[in-house]
C-alpha cells in the first residue's frame, strides 16, 4: 500500500504514453482519452503540489470529460458521408454543380460538395437538356460510369406541373 503513495509525475506520463500507444494497436479512441487525462495529471502534479488522491480524481474527471466531448460533440462529425462501397443507385437524386457543361458529342462534368461512391467529380451528361458551368444539377439516372442529370430549375418546373 505505500508504494501506491509514492506514485510521481513521470509515472502519469509513462502511463499516459502506453496509453497513447494501445490507441495505435487498438482503434477504439477510448484508451486515447484516459493517455491525454494521464499526461495532463503529470503536467498538474509537476507544477502543483497535488495529493495522489487527487491526482486519481483529477485523472478520472478528466478522462470522463474527455470521453463525453468524444462522442458527445466529436465523435458525430466524422460520420463517413462518402457512401463508398454502396451501390450506384445511392447517386440518384443526390444534387452537385456543373463544371464542365456536357454537349452532344462529348460528356461534361458534375462536382458534388461530398464524395459520393469516393469521387467528387463525375462524368456527365443530359438528356437534351443545355446546362451551363455552375448550374445546380441532381442525378436522375446512371448509365455506365456516367450520371444522367437534369437541372434543379427542370425538377422544379416539373414538380410544379405535377402539383396543379
Excluded at 494521464?38 to 488522491?53: D, E, G, K, M, T
Aim: glycine share 8%; aromatic share 10%; hydrophobic share 60%.
Amino acid at each position: 500500500m505505500e508504494i501506491l503513495w509514492m506514485i510521481e509525475p513521470w509515472h502519469w506520463l509513462v502511463l499516459g504514453f502506453v496509453l497513447l500507444i494501445v490507441e495505435m494497436f487498438v482503434p477504439t479512441f477510448a484508451s486515447l482519452w484516459f493517455g491525454a487525462a494521464a499526461i495532463i495529471v503529470a503536467a498538474l502534479s509537476w507544477l502543483l503540489p497535488i495529493s495522489i488522491v487527487a491526482q486519481i480524481i483529477i485523472w478520472l474527471i478528466l478522462s470522463a470529460i474527455f470521453l463525453l466531448a468524444w462522442f458527445k460533440f466529436i465523435k458525430p462529425l466524422s460520420v463517413d458521408r462518402t457512401k463508398a462501397g454502396l451501390g450506384g443507385s445511392v447517386i440518384v437524386g443526390e444534387v452537385g454543380m456543373i463544371i464542365e457543361p456536357p454537349q452532344l458529342d462529348r460528356a461534361g462534368m458534375v462536382r458534388f460538395s461530398v464524395p459520393i461512391v469516393g469521387a467528387a467529380e463525375w462524368v456527365c451528361r443530359t438528356r437534351g437538356e443545355q446546362v451551363e458551368v455552375g448550374d445546380r444539377v441532381v442525378v436522375t439516372d446512371i448509365v455506365g460510369n456516367e450520371l444522367i442529370v437534369s437541372s434543379m430549375k427542370s425538377q422544379a418546373a416539373m414538380h410544379k406541373s405535377m402539383q396543379i
